[in-house]
C-alpha cells in the first residue's frame, strides 16, 4: 500500500468505513445510503454529494472498483486494496475499544 492511500485511509471516515463494509458485497450508492442508514438505526444518514464524491475518489484511488451497470445504476464492489485498508481500521477500531475497557 502506498503512503498516499495509507495518509487517506488511515484512520478513515465513517463515511469511507461504511462504505467499504457495504461494498463487501456489490452494491450502488443508493443502496448504500440505505444500508448505513439501517446499520446505524438512522444516525448516519449519507447525501447524495458526500456519496457519489466519495465514490468517484474511491474509485480513483483503486479501493472499490465498477462492476457493472443495472437499471441506470453503478454497481461497486471493494477491490483487494479496499479490504486491506478496511482490515486495518477493523484494528485500529479494535485496538481504541481495548484500550477504553482497560485491556491494554
Not at 442508514?37 to 475518489?57: D, H, N, V
Not at 478496511?86 to 491494554?104: H, N, P
Request: charged share 30%; net charge neutral; glycine share 8%.
Amino acid at each position: 500500500m502506498d503512503q498516499h492511500i495509507r495518509k487517506v485511509y488511515v484512520p478513515m471516515t465513517e463515511t469511507a468505513f461504511y462504505i467499504l463494509l457495504c461494498l463487501r458485497d456489490p452494491n450502488h450508492g443508493y443502496g448504500i445510503v440505505q444500508k448505513v442508514e439501517k446499520l446505524t438505526e438512522g444516525a448516519i444518514r449519507l447525501t447524495p454529494g458526500t456519496m457519489y464524491g466519495s465514490l468517484s475518489k474511491m474509485e480513483k484511488d483503486g479501493v472499490i472498483r465498477f462492476v457493472r451497470e443495472e437499471d441506470k445504476r453503478k454497481i461497486y464492489q471493494i477491490t483487494e486494496l479496499g479490504s486491506e485498508i478496511l482490515e486495518i481500521e477493523f484494528e485500529r477500531i479494535e485496538r481504541l475499544y481495548k484500550v477504553a475497557q482497560g485491556e491494554m
